[in-house]
């Protein structure tokens, strides 16, 4: 399992963003992810970079591990630019993208806020989920190379897998009917919704096993709260400002996780 870390960006500043994620490349973490946020206010901050700027930038201060977005609201960016988009940075960066996408906030909660502040409407649940289907379908076609009558649009080398992020059934159906991978957070849900996802997968003609299973978690973890069979691929651990400080601490504890489960075997 590769271990992440997410940055908690909200009210931080470039420098602050870079030596966060250059702290974890030499604690030799697999990989850095950023949050899809436009406003500050719906976390209480000041402000917040647009995260697929800063991972642009990222790509090019950071050579060696994996980049992505927990995850991109497909109601930010029009589909096709971001196909474009997503081919640009698998390109700058080298192959390391991970492309995250979720269905964006539901009405009535405070993420939603920043989406009504910017003239964009809140859909349902079901419009929500039909738009995340869409956007998947238009970057496939996308970096097909070709859709008509244009052509010419660039196509990433290798194809970035699309993990679609859950927190119930419905949207685990839809990660592994057309997602390369799933997005949960680990807890109580996670290996019902994982499950779920696999099923879907295999009903649409593809190998469950080959689903990259991707699962965050939120609350700092202690030294006792040791993963033991978390069914996951990847894990994203949560580290909030001071980066350099957040990064040290949770470097040490995956080294005792680490030493823990050679023990074991």
Known sequence: MRVDVLLESFGSRWPEIRDGALAAERAGFDGVWLNDHLAGSVEGASHVLECWTVLSALAVEVPRIALGPLVLNVANRDPGT???????????????????????????????????ALGRLVLSGPERRRSVERTIAILRQVWSGAVAPAAG?????????????????????????????????????????????????????????????????????????????????????????????????????????????????
Not at 101 to 107: D, F, N, P, V
Not at 160 to 180: F, N, Q, S, Y
Request: proline share 8%.
């Open 82 to 116: 971001l196909a474009v988009m997503a081919a640009t940075l698998q390109h700058v960066s080298g192959g390391r993208l991970l492309l995250g996408l979720g269905a964006g906030a539901r009405a009535g909660t405070s993420y939603a806020i920043e989406q009504e």
């Open 153 to 265: 649009f660039l196509r990433p080398e290798p194809v970035p897998p699309i993990l679609v992020a859950a927190l119930g059934p419905k949207m685990a159906e839809l990660a592994g009917r057309v997602g390369d991978g799933i997005c949960v957070p680990v807890g109580s849900m996670m290996a019902e919704l994982v499950a779920v996802a696999r099923r879907a997968c295999a009903r649409s003609g593809r190998d469950p096993k080959r689903l990259l299973v991707t699962g965050s978690l939120a609350t700092p973890p202690e030294r006792t709260q040791l993963p033991v069979g978390l069914d996951a691929d990847r894990l994203i651990l949560y580290v909030a400002p001071p980066f350099d400080e957040g990064v040290a601490r949770l470097g040490e504890i995956v080294r005792q996780w680490t030493a823990e489960a050679s023990c074991r075997e």
